[in-house]
């Protein structure tokens, strides 16, 4: 059974740059059948979907974050990461990571089907 | 980016009764659609995915299917764990979008 796990701080500063990674068990992070995304969920915006990234190190960005957001792959850890910059307030949320079950039959699919437990980061001073 | 919205805020229901969750897209599309299920304190759940598929190891008891740009998510026969709040995600396009999520409650 694959597992993940996000770890990272839970209070970060304004203006600064938040990291979090996420570890991935039970399961191979150089899978072909997956990329690996970032999901947020707060109060204001409900969820939403930050970012993926394939073990190759191909991403693909939510337009409204992609100025502000890095994802990265260590598949020797098997883990993968998120770099968001100049925080706000409004970036605090419960920030997920999420296996993506990818693949096309008649047309592309993307969805998530293992998530991590999620980890609160509030942005504040 | 496509808009997704869901209907109702929250849906009052007894056990044993049969629940009917819908979710509306800004555009036309077919099948590129989940539904996820969160209760407190939890990350979501995958329950299904391609509009009707069933996710391993989701009970029989739901079920999707589409019709236009309107798709339904049926719980029936309502379980005391099937009180949750309950998201639709369209991967049709990028970026992928969620709908704001119904609660179904105890009525």
């Known amino acids: 059974q694959v597992q993940l796990q996000e770890s990272g701080p839970g209070l970060v500063k304004p203006s600064q740059t938040l990291s979090l990674t996420c570890t991935v068990s039970g399961g191979s992070i150089r899978s072909s059948s997956y990329y690996w995304s970032w999901i947020r969920q707060s109060a204001g915006k409900g969820l939403e979907w930050i970012g993926l990234i394939y073990s190759s190190g191909t991403t693909n960005y939510n337009p409204s974050l992609k100025s502000r957001v890095t994802l990265s792959v260590d598949t020797s850890k098997n883990q993968f990461s998120l770099k968001l910059s100049s925080l706000t307030a409004a970036d605090t949320a419960v920030y997920y990571c999420a296996r993506t079950r990818w693949g096309r039959n008649s047309s592309w699919y993307h969805y998530f089907d293992y998530w991590g437990q999620g980890t609160l980061v509030t942005v504040s001073s | 980016e496509i808009v997704m919205t869901q209907s109702p805020a929250t849906l009052s229901v007894s056990p044993g009764e049969r629940a009917t969750l819908s979710c509306r897209a800004s555009q036309s599309f077919s099948s590129t659609l989940a539904w996820y299920q969160q209760k407190p304190g939890q990350a979501p759940r995958l329950l299904i995915y391609?509009?009707?598929t069933r996710a391993t190891g989701i009970p029989a008891r739901f079920s999707g299917s589409e019709s236009g740009t309107e798709f339904t998510l049926t719980i029936n026969s309502l379980q005391s764990e099937d009180f949750a709040v309950y998201y639709c995600q369209q991967y049709n396009n990028w970026p992928f979008t969620f709908g704001p999520g119904t609660k179904v409650d105890f009525k």
């Open positions: 391609g509009a009707s």
